[in-house]
């Protein structure tokens, strides 16, 4: 029997590739001749060769993506010369389009899984391993070179869309998943028709049975799954269905499993909403794609939204507290200039999402805005992930300055490691686009942008933008940025502005007694509470100094962060008399 080798090159090592186990899953009898590479894109291309290499495979067969689609074209081109008689097969959404182009540009490839590839890997791993006499032109959904057809190419008759329900469990060894994110499919479709995505192309929407989904959902609570990530393009399509999981995973929760969903906030009925605000905190998390709130940007995508229903619905799912919301923004739409673009930042930053994934617009392939990317004047990168670089609205210079926004986010909101300080900063710059634009053309200007920082060195870093700026007292932004530091762990080393420890050391020992599980650091300002998700005026510096004890045991459920409580300086006193007493 011939081996046929699965291979999948991940973005982390954290993902797990659940094509790959999908089309081993589906081979039935056939799969013991089956098996699983996985590596990452952070592997050496050369390494990942002599790894494929060494296994002998007859078959060779790559799931591609636009984040390892040049790895492939590379290892497959490489492993062509010292292997000629393997056929190497590719599948997935990368190479299910202009199939033409992808066969003349990379003379390895033997054939290609177009579209959903289940059923037809089914048929490939019986035509390779069965010894049947069987031709590859009778197997649908696939193209391969044929030398007696004119183009060298045949293409075989399209595979209709595949009964979900047919696609089995493939996560019965978790074993091969430790310390991985679990992807998980209740859906395929999506009901929408968004011109930038490749998921509106398959109007089929198809929903796997129910009981199944519970079944398995039960599955990954009992094996206490750190994370299970559903891949539905638009989860609560459906109210019926989205409520029956979300039902079931509130009453069979363990308080380990974490879901991430996708969702449409706009479709959340009221039903929905009281139900999503009755789930313990951090059992699951939202991701909610806006894109813009330019009405003429969502009019021009196709994408079907109600802006205001969508602003409510999020503001309801956050007063709960419950919930990890999770909003996308995307730059390079059209009708979507330089400012219009800061304005759909600023309404979505105004929400305080826990994060806000401010995008680039990706030119895939198949998508109606790569058909139509001469009209909106679209100059994207060759390569992947075919990322927007001008459009008629946005010039590159422009680009590159929301790039600097992007970096800005991630490091010092959506990281979740100034929280405090960012709320500061709200009260001192009406203008959150600008706040991030002028931090990061600091970074540039100084030479930042090339180095990866540390915590404390990002810290002394914004200290240094703020001081400059002079809209913050200097003391405010460093015991803010200290507090920040806390927050999130008990640091071996302190910032060189912070107060030596051993000033009160005394009062350390009264009120940490679980050594690195806790600390206790004094400030002159009461700073915004967890529940407070922005401020409008800068706290006034106290007369006499409070404590705040840090506890890392009592964490907050979405931010992980230690649970604080101040202590004043008339209760040091009364504990410190007390434990004089006891001697």
């Known amino acids: 029997m011939k081996k046929i080798l699965l291979t999948a090159i991940n973005a982390k090592y954290i993902h797990s590739n659940p094509a790959v186990y999908n089309l081993k899953a589906c081979a039935g009898e056939y799969a013991d001749a089956i098996e699983i590479a996985e590596y990452t894109i952070n592997h050496r291309s050369e390494y990942i060769l002599q790894e494929i290499y060494k296994k002998r495979p007859d078959v060779l067969c790559f799931s591609c993506y636009i984040w390892n689609y040049d790895y492939v074209r590379e290892i497959a081109a490489e492993f062509h010369k010292l292997r000629k008689e393997v056929p190497i097969w590719v599948g997935g959404p990368e190479v299910s389009y202009e199939t033409r182009k992808m066969f003349a540009e990379n003379p390895a490839f ?58 089995p469990f493939t996560y019965s060894d978790m074993d091969e998943f430790q310390n991985r994110i679990i992807y998980y499919e209740s859906s395929r479709g999506c009901p929408f028709s968004c011109s930038y995505c490749l998921s509106s192309i398959d109007k089929k929407l198809r929903f796997r049975e129910t009981d199944t989904v519970k079944k398995e959902l039960s599955f990954f609570i009992e094996k206490e799954v750190p994370q299970v990530k559903f891949v539905d393009r638009t989860f609560n399509c459906n109210h019926a269905h989205a409520m029956e999981i979300w039902q079931f995973i509130k009453a069979k929760d363990r308080g380990i499993t974490n879901f991430h969903f996708e969702i449409a906030a706009d479709l959340l009925s009221e039903e929905e909403l009281t139900l999503l605000s009755e789930l313990r905190p951090g059992l699951i998390q939202l991701e909610i794609g806006v894109q813009s709130t330019n009405p003429a940007t969502i009019e021009e995508i196709h994408r079907t939204m109600r802006l205001t229903k969508l602003f409510s619905a999020v503001k309801k799912i956050q007063e709960a507290g419950n919930i990890h919301l999770h909003l996308d923004l995307i730059a390079g739409l059209p009708f979507e200039d330089f400012e219009r673009f800061a304005q759909s930042f600023r309404d979505i930053y105004a929400l305080k999402p826990n994060q806000l994934q401010l995008g680039f617009l990706k030119v895939l392939k198949g998508s109606y805005m790569y058909e139509h990317r001469t009209k909106y004047g679209i100059i994207c990168r060759d390569r992947p992930p075919y990322e927007v670089m001008q459009t008629n609205w946005l010039s590159y210079d422009e680009i590159l300055s929301i790039k600097l926004v992007e970096e800005m986010l991630e490091v010092y909101y959506n990281s979740g490691q100034f929280e405090v300080t960012m709320k500061l900063v709200d009260a001192a710059y009406r203008d959150s686009f600008d706040f991030f634009l002028e931090l990061g053309r600091f970074y540039e200007k100084n030479s930042y942008l090339d180095r990866n920082h540390s915590r404390i060195r990002r810290s002394e870093l914004l200290l240094e933008f703020l001081t400059k700026d002079q809209k913050m007292p200097v003391d405010l932004v460093k015991e803010s940025l200290l507090f920040d530091l806390y927050y999130r762990e008990n640091m071996k080393s302190r910032p060189f502005w912070a107060k030596n420890p051993a000033e009160f050391s005394r009062i350390t020992k009264l009120f940490c007694k679980n050594g690195k599980l806790s600390h206790i650091e004094p400030f002159f300002y009461h700073f915004p509470k967890k529940e407070e998700k922005a401020v409008s005026a800068l706290p006034e510096k106290l007369p006499e100094c409070i404590y705040v004890l840090f506890e890392y045991e009592k964490r907050d459920a979405l931010s992980h962060q230690a649970k604080t409580t101040e202590i004043t300086g008339l209760e040091v006193k009364e504990k410190w008399e007390n434990a004089r007493m006891k001697f």
């Open 110 to 167: 033997y054939g290609v899984m177009i579209g959903e590839g289940e059923a037809s890997f089914s048929g490939l791993a019986e035509y390779y391993c069965s010894g049947k006499e069987m031709e590859l032109k009778s197997l649908a959904g696939i193209a391969f070179r044929e030398e007696i057809e004119v183009d060298g190419i045949c293409y075989t008759a399209p595979r209709p869309p595949m009964d979900l329900n047919q696609v």
